[in-house]
C-alpha cells in the first residue's frame, strides 16, 4: 500500500544552519503531498503542499520539491531560527481522502 | 472563524470501557476525519466522514466508530478498551472528502488506558 519514509530524528541545529529533512513515498498514480508541522503544545499545521510533478510548495522560507522520478519530497530551508523547532510530517494524500503520514522528524534549533 | 475544536482535552479510562470523543469541524467544512497519533509516531487513519457518511475507514477494528451531525460535528467512539488505544486522537475538517483538500487539524485529545 501506499506509504511515506521520512529520516530519523531528533535533528539539532545551529541557529542559521541549513536544514534538509528527507521524505520519499510509494503509491499508485500521483498523490498529493504535503509537510505538516506540529509545534510544542500545538496541533497540526500544514506547512506546504504541492499536486503534481515538479511542482514546488513554499512557506515561511521552506520549500520542497515533488519529484516523481525519485519519489522524493525533501524539505528544505536556507537559514532556521529557534522558533522553527517542532515535528515535521511528511504526507501523502490516500485514496479514500485521507492523509498517509510519516513517522515524523523532531527539528530542534539552538541559538 | 473558528477553527476545529476538540473536547474532552484529556481522558483516562479503564480496560474495557468505553469512550466518546468530540469535534467540532471549522465553519463551512463537511468533512471530518479522525486520525490516531501514538507516542513518537505519525497519525495514522481511523475514518473519515462526509454529510454523515462514513467514506473512508483505515486499518480500524469495528470497535472504532463514529458518528458525524447534521452540523458536521463529528464523534469517535471505542467500545472495549484496550492498553494499545492510549494514543493522542486528532480530528480534522476540510471543504471536501478529496485529499487535495487541505485539512484543518484541532489540538487533540489524550486518550490513556490503564
Known amino acids: 500500500g501506499d506509504s511515506v519514509t521520512q529520516m530519523e530524528g531528533p535533528v539539532t541545529l545551529s541557529e542559521e544552519a541549513f536544514l534538509t529533512i528527507n521524505c520519499t513515498y510509494t503509491a499508485t498514480g500521483y498523490p498529493s503531498l504535503f509537510w505538516y508541522v506540529q509545534y510544542p503544545g500545538e496541533g497540526l499545521q500544514l506547512l506546504l503542499k504541492?499536486?503534481?510533478?515538479?511542482d514546488k510548495g513554499s512557506n515561511k522560507g521552506f520549500e520542497a520539491t515533488y519529484r516523481k522520478e525519485t519519489t522524493s519530497f525533501h524539505l528544505e530551508k536556507g537559514s532556521v531560527q529557534v522558533s522553527d523547532s517542532a515535528v515535521y510530517f511528511c504526507a501523502l494524500g490516500g485514496s479514500q481522502g485521507n492523509l498517509i503520514f510519516g513517522k515524523g522528524t523532531k527539528l530542534s534549533v539552538k541559538p | 472563524e473558528t477553527g476545529v475544536t476538540q473536547s474532552p482535552t484529556h481522558l483516562i479510562k479503564t480496560r474495557g470501557q468505553q469512550v466518546t470523543l468530540r469535534c467540532s469541524s471549522q465553519?463551512?467544512?463537511?468533512?471530518v476525519s479522525w486520525y490516531q497519533q501514538a507516542l513518537g509516531q505519525g497519525p495514522q487513519f481511523i475514518f473519515q466522514y462526509y454529510r454523515e457518511e462514513e467514506n473512508g475507514r483505515g486499518n480500524f477494528p469495528p470497535r472504532f466508530s463514529g458518528l458525524q451531525f447534521p452540523n458536521y460535528s463529528s464523534e469517535l467512539n471505542v467500545n472495549a478498551l484496550e492498553l494499545d488505544d492510549s494514543a493522542l486522537y486528532l480530528c480534522a475538517s476540510s471543504e471536501g472528502f478529496s485529499s487535495y483538500n487541505e485539512q484543518f487539524f484541532g489540538p487533540g485529545t489524550r486518550l490513556t488506558v490503564l
Open positions: 465553519s463551512g467544512h463537511n468533512t
Open positions: 504541492a499536486t503534481k510533478a515538479d
